[in-house]
Every structure is written in C-alpha cells, then in structure tokens.
C-alpha cells in the first residue's frame, strides 16, 4: 500500500508557471505508475498527465500537451508535475494517484491511491 502527498499548489497569474509534487510513502514506489488529474467544483474529475513505473513513457490530456510536464525521481519516491504557460481554465484542485505496476492508464477506475489534492489558481 501507497499513501501520496501532494504539494506546490498556489496562485499563479496566467502565463506563469508551478511544479506540483506528490511524495509518497513505502519502499515499492518504483513499481507504481502514477498519474495527475483535476477536478473544478461541480465538474468530474480530469486525467491530466501520468508517467509510467520505470519513468520511460508519459501520456498528456490534449489539453496540457506542450505546457506540462510529468516527472519522477525514484530515488526521492516523489512525482513531479511542472505546468507552465498556465492558463485560468487551469484552476482545480490537483490530484495525484497512484496504480501498481501496469501500463499507463487515463481512467481514474485503474487508479487504487489517491491523495487529498492541492489547489492551483490562475488568475486572468
């Protein structure tokens, strides 16, 4: 079992730009492929970006593609999420989760960790 912590959350202007991180506990992290989504109040829940357990292949929502970027360092048992160029239609709560071993999947069913969230902000 994983237990992810998100972080980095904020309040940006449009065009700018902040990096989201996910820590997350136990000693398997490297076998968990993991994945950012959204949610906006009142709206369901977005996949956004997720990397696979070795690190060697990512996978965007459209409408991120060119201005987000997932990453992770293994060693830190941590997963990144740099966002720039942000736009206002950005602002949700961002989640991170967490699926063990498996391919890259956008469908929040194959996820099995989740964390609380952390709110971005873009302001117009």
């Known amino acids: 079992q994983v237990q992810v912590v998100e972080s980095g959350g904020g309040l940006v202007q449009a065009g700018g730009s902040l990096r989201l991180s996910c820590a997350a506990s136990g000693r398997t992290f490297s076998t968990y492929t993991m994945g950012w989504f959204r949610q906006a109040p009142g709206k369901e829940r977005e996949f956004v970006a997720a990397i696979i357990w070795t690190g060697a292949s990512t996978r965007y929502a459209d409408s991120v593609k060119g201005r987000f970027t997932i990453s992770r360092d293994n060693a830190k048992n941590t997963v990144y999420l740099q966002m720039n160029s942000l736009k206002p239609e950005d602002t949700d709560v961002y989640y991170c989760?967490?699926?063990?071993?498996?391919?890259?999947?956008?469908?929040?069913?194959?996820?099995?960790?989740w964390g609380q969230g952390t709110q971005v902000t873009v302001s117009s």
């Open positions: 989760a967490a699926k063990q071993w498996g391919s890259i999947s956008a469908s929040l069913a194959d996820y099995d960790y």
